[in-house]
């Protein structure tokens, strides 16, 4: 049976659901398409979306950590202006000391384009690239 097949959706473990519930939603601006518990923890959960569909799923969990590896990345045609929009809402965006980065912190992409990375409150990192 071919998993490509089937729709993928990204899932984040956060320490704290309301504190991640005014990130993605309050800075980041995704729309809650469902909410319910997670494992024990009752409302731990938020199935958001981007792209038109369901995308991204964030849940509290004991487990939750940091990783320094992208877990998600959006492809976007104004990168300058996503970029602004999400400063002017409070996401400070990472520079890496390896990478040349401009003022708001955007670098040029391996094979062109380019990205610029932000952290949840939990350290969880995102990307947000573009061909241009």
Request: aromatic share 10%; hydrophobic share 40%; glycine share 12%.
């Amino acid at each position: 049976m071919p998993l490509s097949a089937y729709q993928l959706r990204t899932s984040i473990a956060v320490s704290d659901i309301q504190e991640a519930v005014a990130f993605y939603e309050g800075k980041l601006g995704l729309p809650v398409l469902e909410s319910g518990p997670s494992a024990d923890i009752t409302d731990g959960n938020r199935v958001y979306g981007s792209g038109g569909g369901p995308a991204l799923n964030v849940y509290q969990s004991a487990t939750a950590g940091k990783t320094p590896a992208t877990l998600a990345t959006w492809y976007v045609d104004d990168l300058d202006q996503i970029v602004d929009e999400l400063v002017s809402s409070g996401v400070e965006f990472v520079r890496y000391d390896q990478f040349e980065h401009d003022a708001k912190g955007i670098t040029a992409r391996a094979g062109g384009g380019r990205i610029a990375w932000f952290q949840d409150p939990d350290g969880n990192t995102f990307a947000l690239e573009a061909d241009v």
